[in-house]
């Protein structure tokens, strides 16, 4: 399966005009660094070139895991905690500790942890003020 999106995805490159054009470029440009810096500068950038390429086409291709990857990747970067980890005490519906159900229960505040200037806020304020006037 695999091999075949590959040939389909090498078959859309070379009936595209603008794609075809742009890595007919790159390679081109990918040349004249391997000639007057080094080949293996040429390599990295040819290689992150195509990386680019898969990246885009997972993107296109796989939405809900690619999603579902940086969902994660970013709750390790930020130290963030899952859903199964936040949810510590039982659930108020069915009183069980791993409940998968009810989980909505403990996102239902999405607004709780946001920090509002004094500025907002009080232009906010102002704002409905007038309208209820």
């Known amino acids: 399966m695999l091999t075949s999106d590959i040939f389909q995805m090498i078959n859309l490159v070379?009936?595209?005009?603008?794609?075809?054009?742009?890595?007919?470029?790159?390679?081109?440009?990918?040349?004249?660094?391997?000639?007057?810096?080094?080949?293996?500068?040429?390599?990295?950038?040819?290689?992150?070139?195509?990386?680019?390429?898969?990246?885009?086409?997972?993107?296109?291709?796989y939405p809900?895991?690619?999603?579902?990857?940086?969902?994660?990747?970013?709750?390790?970067?930020r130290g963030g905690i899952s859903i199964k980890n936040s949810l510590k005490h039982s659930c108020s519906i069915c009183d069980d500790l791993s409940c998968k159900r009810h989980q909505q229960n403990s996102t239902v505040t999405p607004w709780k942890h946001i920090q509002i200037s004094k500025e907002l806020n009080d232009s906010v304020e102002r704002f409905y003020n007038r309208i209820i006037e």
């Open 64 to 77: 809900n895991k690619v999603t579902e990857g940086l969902q994660r990747l970013l709750s390790f970067y």
């Open 14 to 61: 070379s009936n595209d005009r603008l794609i075809k054009s742009s890595a007919i470029f790159i390679t081109l440009f990918v040349v004249l660094i391997g000639i007057f810096v080094g080949y293996i500068s040429a390599i990295f950038v040819y290689t992150c070139y195509i990386l680019g390429y898969i990246t885009a086409w997972s993107f296109v291709k």
